[in-house]
Nanobody, 126 residues
Framework: DVQLQASGGGLVQAGGSLRLSCAVS????????IGWFRQAPGKEREGVSS????????AYADSVKGRFTISRDNAKNTVYLQMTSLKVEDTAVYYC???????????????????WGQGTQVTVSS
């Protein structure tokens, strides 16, 4: 079975940092692009960041550009999202997702990725 295990969420004050991890199993990790998405209460899910399988090309939503950094470790089948200068509006459940097509997991993608993780809560207090 394909599993995407997101972890690293928690409660942090505004201006603080967190690092999310997405551990992937059950698929050929180096063949898949990975994206991070988030959904706040009462809001639609939005793409946050993605990293491609081919050249590790990264993409970011405008709202997180310059504050978040995505990376992947193919030896560990894991993708990371380093979040700094966190804002109250970053509060959401964060999900990772996988697809063989980079555009699908990109922040501006319109199609639903093939595989999803269970989400990890990030709460930023003022």
């Amino acid at each position: 079975d394909v599993q995407l295990q997101a972890s690293g969420g928690g409660l942090v004050q505004a201006g603080g940092s967190l690092r999310l991890s997405c551990a992937v199993s059950g698929l050929s990790f180096d063949e898949y692009s990975i994206g991070w998405f988030r959904q706040a209460p009462g809001k639609e899910r939005e793409g946050v960041s993605s990293i491609s399988n081919i050249d590790h090309r990264t993409a970011y939503a405008d709202s997180v550009k310059g504050r978040f950094t995505i990376s992947r470790d193919n030896a560990k089948n894991t993708v990371y999202l380093q979040m700094t200068s966190l804002k109250v509006e970053d509060t959401a459940v964060y999900y990772c997702a996988a697809d063989i097509y980079p555009a699908v997991v990109a922040p501006k993608g319109t199609l639903k990725p093939t595989y999803w993780g269970q989400g990890t809560q990030v709460t930023v207090s003022s």
